[in-house]
C-alpha cells in the first residue's frame, strides 16, 4: 500500500519520481520496522532490544532494494518513458 505515494509523482520529472519513490520506499520500511518490534521481537538476541533487532534485519533488505528500485527507474524513464506517460492519446 506504501508503495502507491509513487503514483502521487506520474507526469512529473525523473528526480520527483525517485524521491517520491524513495519516499514510498522508506514509508514501507517503517511499517515493517514498527511490526518487526510488535510481532517479531521475540526473536531478538539475547540482551538486543526488540527495536533495535527490527532495525538492523529491515535495513539489511531495506537498502539494497532502495538502491534497486532507484536505479531500475532511472533506466526505464531513460530508455522506455512512454511507461512513465499515462496519458491518453
Known amino acids: 500500500m506504501m508503495l502507491g505515494i509513487t503514483g502521487i509523482a506520474r507526469h512529473q520529472k525523473l528526480p520527483v519520481i525517485l524521491a517520491f519513490s524513495a519516499l514510498a520506499i522508506v514509508a514501507r520500511y517503517f511499517w515493517h520496522f514498527i511490526s518487526g518490534i510488535i510481532f517479531f521481537g521475540s526473536y531478538a538476541p539475547e540482551g538486543q532490544s526488540a527495536w533495535l533487532y527490527s532495525l ?30 499515462t496519458k491518453s492519446a
Do not use: D, H, K, Q
Request: glycine share 4%.
Open 56 to 85: 538492523i534485519v529491515n535495513a539489511g533488505t531495506m537498502i539494497p532494494n532502495l538502491i534497486i528500485c532507484l536505479v531500475i527507474i532511472a533506466l526505464l524513464f531513460t530508455v522506455a518513458r512512454r511507461l512513465f506517460n
